[in-house]
């Protein structure tokens, strides 16, 4: 049988064409915007690494924040696990069954059960109705041995980073007792030590968290990532955080490359500020004066 090269000319480019278009289909999600820079990774789990087969994973995530399924906020989401499997199709819902685990709460680690031997794991971020972002956030696939009895992993409290002495973080704005707008830019300060993004690890360096009416999370763990804990993993320096009225708590936390506070621990003191309408201090009403005759 003879082909002609024309022919052979085509189903090659039809080929190529195709090999492209699914690329760029794969790199298109739902219709929810993901902003530049975002990503979703493993925290303390490494390609390669023995797990034992109940194992606590911590997501991580920059430049989005957290979201239970179904809460319409902008640049947020969800996290998936999945198991063993490959990716779904990134503009459907994706699917909720053994290998697919939904983190609907918007939990940032979860404890998973898994059966001795070789697996694959991968996170995939979703949106309120569970399906990928645009482009698609997801991690990369990682390949873990399960076994019955993992050798001993090293303490959280034995992985924290020092950091140096001096080092400090404080609000530059706004200060303790300050009326505010709702809409609020908040700039943090950081002395004897340098800002670096999520997942770089370099010394006497960290990212800023930014703790809402809550106290202090355990020292020698993942800070959270919820609305109580806003994360800056793509090390910004200021951000804009809107707020209901009303009086509240706001404190500043560093977090190394894994969102894990430093030794000793680098945070500001607590300040509260005061939200209202106009950004102002309320004036006192005036009192009516009556006349007599």
């Not at 949106?127 to 090293?154: C, F, G």
């Not at 950091?163 to 300050?178: I, L, M």
């Not at 209901?244 to 945070?267: A, E, F, S």
């Amino acid at each position: 049988m003879t082909i002609a090269v024309s022919s052979l000319r085509l189903i090659v480019i039809g080929a190529v064409l195709g090999t492209a278009g699914f690329a760029l289909a794969q790199q298109k999600g739902g219709p929810t915007p993901s902003p530049a820079g975002a990503a979703v990774y493993f925290i303390d789990l490494k390609d390669g690494a023995t797990i034992g087969t109940k194992t606590v994973i911590h997501f991580g995530l920059r430049g989005m924040g957290v979201a239970p399924a179904g809460s319409d906020k902008e640049n947020s989401g969800h996290h998936h696990l999945l198991v063993d499997t490959d990716l779904p199709p990134l503009d459907q819902p994706i699917p909720n069954d053994p290998n697919h685990l939904h983190f609907g709460a918007g939990q940032t680690e979860a404890e998973v059960s898994l059966s001795p031997g070789p697996h694959t794991l991968q996170l995939l971020f979703g949106d309120k109705n569970h399906i990928p972002h645009s482009p698609p956030l997801m991690s990369e696939r990682i390949h873990v041995t399960v076994a019955d009895n993992p050798p001993p992993a090293a303490s959280a409290t034995g992985t924290r980073h020092k950091s140096p002495p001096g080092a400090r973080v404080y609000f530059e704005y706004p200060t303790d007792g300050a009326y505010v707008p709702r809409k609020v830019r908040i700039r943090f300060g950081l002395v004897g030590m340098g800002v670096a993004p999520a997942g770089v690890e370099k010394a006497n360096t960290g990212h800023h968290h930014l703790l809402i009416d809550t106290p202090l999370p355990p020292l020698d763990q993942p800070i959270p990532n919820d609305p109580n804990h806003l994360h800056f993993g793509a090390g910004q320096t200021e951000a804009e955080v809107t707020l209901p009225l009303g009086t509240h708590t706001l404190q500043l936390l560093l977090g190394d490359n894994n969102h894990i506070p430093h030794d000793p621990p680098v945070m500001s003191k607590p300040i509260k500020v005061t939200v209202t309408v106009s950004g102002h201090k309320p004036r006192p009403a005036k009192r009516r004066r009556w006349r007599t005759y």
